[in-house]
């Protein structure tokens, strides 16, 4: 073969051009050119467009990165949470699985409102003539340590600096705890998760509480001693 043959086999194909091109770009148009009839410096390995080697590296390392990208946590939970209700075929499970949830400490509330009245009976029993007040904190330890050592520490409040303490009963249902905590915190944005606890006691003599207002007791010498009764966790209502 000559090499104007060579030269014109190295350039064209042996049939038409499935692609018919782009109206921009004459040499597209071209049904038995290849890559505009410059193999040297172009390429076309999807057999529909002509660009140069590095065009079409660049390109490629382009795709790979978005594809290599990795998925963010969050729409991989999110995919996995829609995948689950089209499983499941019900797109009200989260509220369902939130108000079982509801109820379920709700039922565990009213078991522990039941068994601190019943504590709080036993103790009036054993001691007819004593007052039970009520200590409420924010933290587990807190509550623990009050009631183990015997002792509330004065602090800020209010009605000033003191040991504070209420009559208002944990297992109470008739003032939601969001209001409840207001009458003993004020406004305070932490006011509701500083009734999470509580601890009953009896006042030790010397350190008896003294009413400011309504329902609310302070002791402001010093540390109050107290003598604990129970503790636990505040069932109240919201």
């Given at each position: 073969?000559?090499?104007?043959?060579q030269?014109t086999?190295a350039?064209?194909f042996w049939s038409?051009?499935s692609?018919?091109?782009i109206?921009?770009?004459p040499?597209s148009?071209?049904?038995?050119?290849?890559?505009?009839?410059d193999?040297?410096?172009?390429?076309?390995?999807?057999?529909h467009?002509?660009?140069?080697?590095?065009?079409?590296?660049?390109?490629?390392?382009?795709?790979?990165?978005?594809?290599?990208?990795?998925?963010?946590?969050?729409l991989k939970?999110?995919?996995?949470?829609?995948?689950?209700f089209?499983?499941?075929?019900?797109i009200l499970?989260p509220?369902?699985?939130?108000?079982?949830?509801?109820?379920?400490?709700?039922?565990?509330?009213a078991?522990?409102?039941?068994?601190?009245?019943q504590?709080y009976?036993?103790?009036?029993?054993d001691?007819?003539?004593?007052?039970?007040?009520?200590h409420?904190?924010?933290?587990r330890?807190?509550?623990?340590?009050?009631?183990?050592?015997?002792?509330?520490?004065?602090?800020?409040?209010?009605?000033?600096?003191?040991?504070?303490a209420?009559d208002?009963?944990?297992?109470?249902?008739?003032?939601?705890?969001?209001?409840?905590?207001?009458?003993?915190?004020?406004?305070?944005?932490?006011?509701?998760?500083?009734t999470?606890f509580?601890?009953?006691?009896?006042?030790?003599?010397?350190?008896?509480?003294e009413?400011?207002?309504r329902?609310?007791?302070?002791?402001r010498?010093?540390?109050?001693e107290i003598n604990t009764?129970f503790?636990?966790r505040?069932?109240?209502?919201?």
């Amino acid at each position: 073969m000559s090499e104007v043959g060579q030269a014109t086999l190295a350039k064209s194909f042996w049939s038409m051009d499935s692609f018919e091109g782009i109206n921009d770009d004459p040499l597209s148009l071209h049904k038995y050119l290849y890559v505009h009839a410059d193999p040297v410096n172009n390429t076309d390995p999807t057999g529909h467009l002509s660009g140069s080697v590095a065009e079409f590296s660049v390109a490629q390392s382009g795709f790979q990165t978005i594809r290599a990208a990795p998925t963010p946590a969050w729409l991989k939970a999110l995919a996995a949470v829609f995948v689950g209700f089209i499983a499941t075929g019900s797109i009200l499970m989260p509220f369902m699985a939130l108000e079982e949830a509801r109820i379920k400490l709700e039922q565990e509330n009213a078991g522990l409102r039941a068994k601190y009245q019943q504590d709080y009976d036993q103790a009036k029993k054993d001691n007819p003539r004593g007052r039970i007040l009520f200590h409420y904190t924010e933290k587990r330890e807190n509550a623990v340590s009050i009631a183990v050592m015997g002792r509330i520490n004065k602090g800020p409040g209010t009605l000033g600096v003191g040991a504070y303490a209420t009559d208002i009963e944990p297992w109470q249902t008739h003032t939601p705890r969001a209001d409840f905590a207001r009458m003993i915190f004020g406004n305070s944005p932490d006011a509701v998760e500083s009734t999470n606890f509580f601890v009953a006691f009896m006042e030790k003599e010397g350190f008896e509480f003294e009413k400011q207002r309504r329902r609310i007791y302070i002791y402001r010498n010093r540390d109050a001693e107290i003598n604990t009764l129970f503790w636990g966790r505040n069932p109240m209502r919201f």
